[in-house]
């Protein structure tokens, strides 16, 4: 595999098209449990390990699948890697999974699994498939983190608070009190706050994209210089 087609596929999964912010897939989730870090840094590494599972796997047996048969299968294939994924966290990490709840089970139907199995796995090999499920989990990951975090500052004026829950009890001083005698702000934790947050973080994407392709054009059109002789 050659460094373009991975820096490629790096991009596309943090970047371009992350399925958070340009597919929107995966919002109800996402929106649900971003109220603190360590939630959503919880579901967002449930979710990456079952892309890359699932992934991988559809890649391998793509050549075998008929065609009508596919998107079953293909759930099939993402139900188990997620019934796995919910066994391990609820015998590692129980809190947690108690915190996470429904959330956990429902990654089954995280259209942007699917959307990864049908559009990419079923059409590349197993190493690119491995390569797309792990970028665009760490993208999503990113934006779950990032959102947890704007929210959890505003309604709480904390970071990694319970941090405990995920890293154990030896963790519990990582909390940081970033507003001190803070009384909270509910709406940041309620779901219109994540609503807001989801949308000012699109908003800012879709500003740097345009940023981006304008330098680009000015770039394009500037005369070339001849070398004086």
Not at 38 to 59: D, E, F, H, K, Y
Request: charged share 10%; hydrophobic share 50%; net charge positive.
């Amino acid at each position: 595999m050659q460094i373009q087609e991975v820096s490629k596929i790096a991009k596309d999964g943090l970047w371009t098209n992350n399925q958070a912010l340009v597919a929107l897939l995966g919002l109800c989730p996402l929106l649900a449990v971003s109220n603190t870090v360590i939630n959503a840094l919880g579901l967002g590494i449930a979710t990456t390990l079952v892309l890359i599972a699932s992934n991988v796997t559809v890649s391998l047996i793509r050549n075998w699948v008929r065609n009508e048969l596919r998107i079953p299968i293909f759930v099939l294939i993402i139900a188990s890697f997620v019934t796995t994924v919910g066994l391990l966290m609820n015998a590692y990490l129980h809190e947690l999974y108690n915190v996470l709840g429904i959330f956990i089970p429902l990654i089954v139907t995280n259209c942007a699994i699917i959307a990864r199995a049908e559009s990419f796995a079923s059409k590349n090999t197993p190493a690119k498939s491995l390569l797309d499920g792990l970028f665009m989990g760490l993208g999503f990951t990113a934006v779950l983190v990032l959102l947890g975090m704007m929210r959890e500052i505003l309604g709480q004026g904390t970071l990694f608070s319970q941090a405990h829950l995920m890293f154990g009890p030896s963790f519990q001083g990582l909390q940081l009190t970033i507003i001190e005698d803070y009384r909270g702000f509910i709406f940041a934790i309620l779901p219109p706050g994540a609503f807001l947050g989801l949308g000012l973080m699109i908003a800012l994407k879709k500003y740097i994209d345009m940023r981006i392709e304008s330098r680009k054009n000015l770039q394009s059109q500037q005369p070339v210089t001849q070398p004086l002789v």
